[in-house]
């Protein structure tokens, strides 16, 4: 429903970021919805068939980990004792009570999607696309089921992304509380500890030793061979010999890898642990080294035929010191500096650890995702990303994909177990009776559904499909999979749905840098490859929302700002009532504690969705970061306050025009390159014009921080300080009319049709931004027949055209506003509001001259005065000698005025005296601090030394000082003008 065709400018298709099903909102989200709402109600007020696609995530880790919580704390089974169809029954229970949490939150954020097209990641036809995916990806041989190592989760008992592991810098020995275990466990620590030499030789009976460096001691069970450099010279009479393994007692060869080995680190050898270390395992694959895992999946260690074996890793850690110390061969430990990878789901030391599972293949993927971004197909904003976007491309590793739980995706891969009957193994000639007889490769069938994998196996074993038992992989998908599908499978894809012609591929992708290779990149991936096209032309990568501080926002500092607390208001009692109920530690909870007393001492005013939206939305600057205050969102509140009250008293103007439809014919036969217009008139409607053109500008290149301050600009500084004003005058005088509107025209029904012109096409402009607020004064706003549109939602948003005279009406208006306020913040008034209400302006030219006479009672009215005189320079010196003698000169930066205000009656010298008095003072205290801000700018290496925001700060604190001086030694020297 709107004046404007819904598919005049085509398509406009975009899909929010699945939030996790598990989350609330938070001012990510919040930044999100702001920005992608603006973007999408922009296009639909222009003409776009738009569609807005809202998702949800099932979070696999997230939401396993919050059902299993819940039944602990409620007492019933475990998810194990449970089984697998039971605890999922659990799971969508706990999905459809309280799943719903964010899409209210949304909402309540003004968002405005297509609800109707809302899709769940594990709904049925979403779960269909997954599915389908992965057979496709499988069968061009882009899929592979492999050993290879993980990041493994031992309290979660699977692999976990990368984005999952959060890398925590270690700069001195320190400790970690880790789930499951009573005792912190140490890090930043490095063990030293030796190796013997096997020595077959009969002729010596000295034992050489390669001591190695650790810093998980526990990994050395794990240990096949010991490498060195092959220039080291230290070793050089080593290579090809062994080592024995204190207890394992097996012989470990002495290999060179220049790649993995700097001989100018630690002790020049590295032990090779490749079952549980990435670059370890990469060695090993070079050099045909056997990968011997001996970590369970609960953290146990296990495989190493020791009396370590069920021991806990952390436990395991302390005995083989012992043990090693015990036998002579441990040469201390010493601090180092290291990077902890912490699980953030689970908060456990996340462990490398060789498993099987499946991994795409992504190489030549990448390979097509970065074509697209070299030929224009997609577009990265802001630019510096696209470097970004490159390397990780062109660099672009393998990816696992299985996850070890039961709540996601599960693999549709298919284990032959077992077959009543003979078989033929594809690998071999002749028939083979047993299953265990098979490859690895030639167990697995991937396919849509077990029968189509009974048949496909059937085919290739050379048997009868009903005598074989198949076994569905235990394991789930990466939710990130899914997740990278969301472009095309929430058009219905791999259907061919009218909305998949109609939408696909999208226009654009919103979200944070912080996901641009987890979700991004796979999602141009993989729509490249299964779709033939990129999912989106562009992405814009917003920036991360921080505290006032620039701190990363965390429970555990106390600095996270929950949007629906800024939305409502709330106390710091509630504030650190809700901290008591959290999971935080001692340590943490008193941080935090601190942090929200200091930052929040008065808690949270309610600032309502428009301010939280139109702030986030201003701070959207490209390439920075957000360092949120909510006292910006205070600041906007009361920008909303202000755009209400200022309709309100034009609503009052409205009703004293007359009919709504006098005013909206007058309305309607204004322009703003009317001559015989009064000059303020014109120059409100030049001024909304260009904000029209600004913002759309602004829009177009994704500049909101541009876009919502043209539109504060106008509101607060054309339309409120000075049009506002002016319309406040006594308007019933009529003007005269151009030939297209003939006949009289009040002033007062002009005035009031202006204000009318100004809101209705401001609402539209603010629409995007301040929905809810718009939409409330649009509903209000006089209607004539057949009237408005329904909602401003769907009203044409203003594409208004600046007049070509505007610039010189635009240069008119601000040389009677420099002199308003010349006049307004003149010397005498700052003893007393009362005083300096008479004033002469002497005029330069004749043009200034006429500019002013024609304007005269809105200068004197704007400007608070009783009595206004101009006279020409030219003609007039006597009368200005004379009016000089007893006035003083107010400062005013248009040279075509000189303003001369009269000292007032009741203005004794003693007054003046006092008052001239304390601004010397005054002044004496700001030249303080502009020696000492001076002096700090010229101090030795400032220019290097000193943060370039801390320059840029001193730097204008210099100027507002220095202004402030001479502002004040101008009003000292009239003051001792009229004390002579």
Sequence with gaps: ESSTSRDSRGPFSIVLPPPNVTGSLHLGHALTVAVEDSLVRWHRMRGHDTVWIPGCDHAGIATQSVVEKQLQREGKPTRLELGRERFLEEVWRWKNEKGGTIYEQLRALGASLDWTRSCFTLDKNFSKAVTTAFVQLHRKGLIERRMYPVNWSCQLRSAISDIEVDRIDISQPTTINVPGH?????????????????????SSSNTEVVVVSTTRPETMLGDVAVAVHSEDSRFAHLVGKHVRHPFTHKALPIVQDDVLVDRTLGTGAVKLTPAHDLNDFAAAQRLGLP???????????????????????????????????????????????????????????????????????????????????????????????????????????????????????????????????????????????TVAALLPSERWFVAESEEEARQMAAKKLNCNPETLVLRQDEDVLDTWFSSGLFPFAAFGW????????R??????????????????????????????????KEVYLHAMVRDAQGRKMSKSLGNVIDPMDVIHGISLDDMLARLKNSNLSKAEMST?????????????????????????????????????????????AGLCNKIWNAFLFASSKFAQAGSPSDLLAMEARLSADD??????????????????AAVNSAMESKLFAHATQALTDFFRTDFCDVYLEYAKMSRDATTRTTSEAPGPRPLRLVSAAVLWRCMHVYLRLLSPFMPFISEELFQRLPRGTPGLTSSVTVAEYPELTVP?????????????????????????????????????????????????SSNADVVRFLARLDKLDIVDVNNSNTTVTAVAAGSVRAACSVPEFRVLVQRDAGLDNATLQAEASRLEKKKGKLADALRGVATEMSAPQYASSVPPEVQQRNAETHRLLAAQIEELNHTLQEYGGLLQ
């Excluded at 987890?518 to 729509?527: C, E, K, S, T, Y």
């Design 182 to 202: 009573k005792t912190p466990v140490q890090v930043g620590l490095i063990y030293d500890f030796a190796y013997e030499v096997i020595n077959n030789s009969s």
């Design 592 to 636: 935090a504690e601190k942090t929200t007393r200091k930052t929040f001492k008065d808690g949270i005013p309610a600032c309502g969705t428009d301010a939280l939206r139109f702030t986030l939305c201003a701070y959207t600057v490209q390439g920075r970061d957000i360092n949120m205050e909510v006292k910006r969102v205070v600041g906007n």
């Design 291 to 433: 990968v011997h895992n001996i970590l369970a999946a609960d953290g146990r260690l296990c495989n190493t035929q020791t009396a370590f074996d069920g021991l806990d890793r952390f436990t395991a850690r302390a005995r083989v010191l012992a043990a090693l110390e015990e036998k002579g061969l441990f040469r201390g430990s010493r601090p180092h500096a290291m990077v902890a990878p912490l699980c953030s789901r689970s908060g456990d030391i996340v462990e490398p650890r060789v498993c099987e599972q499946w991994f795409v293949r992504c190489s030549s993927m990448a390979a097509k995702a970065l074509q697209a971004t070299e030929e224009g197909a997609i577009r990265i904003l802001p630019p510096q990303f696209a470097v970004n976007w490159q390397r990780w491309l062109e660099d672009c590793r393998d990816w696992c994909v299985s996850r070890q739980l039961w709540w996601g995706h599960r693999i549709p891969a298919y284990e032959v177990v077992d077959v009543a009957g003979s078989i033929k193994s594809p690998s071999e000639s002749s028939s083979s009776a």
């Design 675 to 692: 001559a015989m217009l009064p000059l303020f008139d014109r120059w409100i409607l030049g001024q909304l014009a260009a904000t029209s």
């Design 503 to 536: 939408f696909y591929p999208t226009q654009l992708l919103e979200t944070g840098h912080d996901i641009l290779f987890f979700w991004v990149a796979r999602m141009a991936m993989l729509g490249l490859e299964l779709t033939g096209r990129a999912p989106f």
């Design 804 to 852: 070509a005279e505007h610039e010189a009406v635009a240069q008119s208006v601000g040389k009677l506003m420099q002199l308003v306020s010349s006049v307004r913040g003149n010397p005498l008034r700052s003893i007393n509001p009362k005083f300096g209400k008479t004033a002469t302006v002497v005029c330069a030219d004749a043009v200034s001259h006429q500019l002013l």
């Design 494 to 501: 791999p259907s061919p749905t009218q909305d998949l012609a």
